[in-house]
């Protein structure tokens, strides 16, 4: 099985309303992401994807549109986290995203994974697909979803 991967960085601010430490308060992280496909090499003589399980910078575009520019410089704030929706909400403009589940990096890894599945679903005809989500939220934590696994939550 041949797979390729994608890198990918954004800031967005979040809390873990809940959380014991100090995870609780108001923060924010660089996040680190990386996209694993899978698929059969493209061949199609005179094509640009010629030799590519995808190009590069075509899972990077389509990436930014689908998921990192929505949640760049943006605060991703669980849905039922009222407090801090109504502040967010009393700012004019402030680009917020609210999501139906608390904002760790394992609910966010599986979140970005359930929005990028069906971008990259098989484009060429050649079974290509989304094979892992890993997002870092530090150099040193970071979660991991495989497919197949990843429609709860």
């Not at 809940?18 to 992280?29: F, Y």
């Not at 998921?67 to 039922?80: G, I, S, T």
């Not at 986290?81 to 599986?110: C, G, W, Y």
């Amino acid at each position: 099985m041949l797979t390729i991967t994608r890198k990918l960085e954004f800031d967005a601010g979040h809390r873990i309303p809940d959380h014991k430490s100090q995870c609780r308060n108001l923060h924010g992280h660089r996040y680190t992401l990386l996209i694993t496909l899978v698929g059969a090499v493209v061949e199609a003589d005179g094509q640009s994807d010629n030799g590519m399980i995808m190009d590069f910078s075509d899972i990077k575009a389509l990436a930014k549109t689908h998921l990192v520019d929505l949640w760049d410089h943006a605060f991703l704030v669980y849905r039922n986290d009222t407090a801090v929706r109504q502040f967010l909400d009393s700012m004019p403009d402030h680009k917020t995203v609210v999501l139906d589940r608390i904002p760790t990096v394992e609910n966010l890894a599986k979140a970005a994974f359930d929005i990028l599945k069906n971008v990259y679903q098989d484009r060429y005809g050649t079974g290509l697909s989304l094979s892992k989500i890993t997002l870092y939220e530090t150099p040193n934590c970071w979660a991991e979803v495989n497919g197949g696994g990843a429609s709860n939550g």
